[in-house]
């Protein structure tokens, strides 16, 4: 009897070690094992046994650019079904429909988590389009006007967190910090061909009244059907992106 009871205690001091840590994921975008160590005061040693648990069950994941630790798919995909559930009762979801039936495309929220953009709502156009943007998909912030709306309202070192993730080179983040300074000085971005051969898109960065980036609201389409709709679509996009703001844009 003592040795089970042993046992039942040191299952659940592992499981308040576990919530501990995962905990710690929901606040910081990544952390180092020798980190969590000093916020939860669990020793380094138990702490990688702790990741390397979460690693396998997909809670986290490790970073390929380093000893660095974040959120992995299926806190992701915690987090997707919260947001979606937050969405239903928040204006962005009606918006986004808005969005979708004055330009008859796609229109998508998106919202970075970790050196990633998650999409945690969508809506088709009048016409479906075959494209990675898709409710609880994710994609890397590093290519298309997504990830550079999203990228030019991050704080300085969380950019510099996600170039040093997909191991930039200096030149790379010259030319995508001059991206963003146009991007925040015309609160738009657009791309063609980034991340799905023949789509275009437009997206504009959603803030908060204190100016702290929550999201992007994107529409997408096919490159050739939007050729002479793209200035019209950029203003819808940058009027619900506003919209959403507060007026900010």
């Known amino acids: 009897m003592a040795g089970r009871a042993e046992a039942a205690s040191n299952g659940g001091r592992t499981a308040n070690r576990l919530l501990q840590v995962l905990r710690l994921f929901a606040r910081e975008e990544s952390l180092t094992a020798e980190r969590i160590a000093e916020r939860t005061g669990i020793p380094v040693s138990t702490v990688y046994r702790l990741l390397a648990h979460l690693t396998e069950f997909d809670f986290v994941r490790r970073s390929p650019a380093g000893p660095m630790y974040a959120a992995g798919p299926v806190a992701v995909q915690f987090a997707e079904r919260y947001r979606s559930e937050a969405l239903l009762r928040t204006t962005i979801g009606p918006r986004l429909a808005r969005l979708s039936q004055e330009s008859g495309e796609l ?143």
């Open 107 to 249: 229109a998508a929220y998106l919202v970075p988590v970790g050196t990633e953009a998650l999409c945690v709502d969508a809506v088709e156009g009048l016409r479906l389009l075959r494209c990675c943007y898709s409710r609880g998909a994710t994609q890397p912030l590093l290519r298309g006007a997504t990830a550079q709306a999203i990228l030019a309202c991050l704080p300085e070192e969380r950019r510099q967190a996600v170039y040093a993730a997909y191991d930039l080179s200096p030149e790379q983040v010259g030319d995508l910090e001059a991206e963003h300074e146009q991007v925040r000085r015309e609160g738009v971005a657009v791309s063609e061909g980034a991340l799905d051969e023949g789509v275009w898109g437009a997206s504009s960065p959603v803030l908060d009244a204190d100016g702290v980036l929550g999201g992007a609201v994107t529409v997408m389409a096919p490159a050739a059907r939007s050729t002479h709709h793209r200035r019209y679509y950029v203003r819808l996009v940058r009027e619900a992106a506003r919209d959403l703001s507060g007026g900010t844009f």
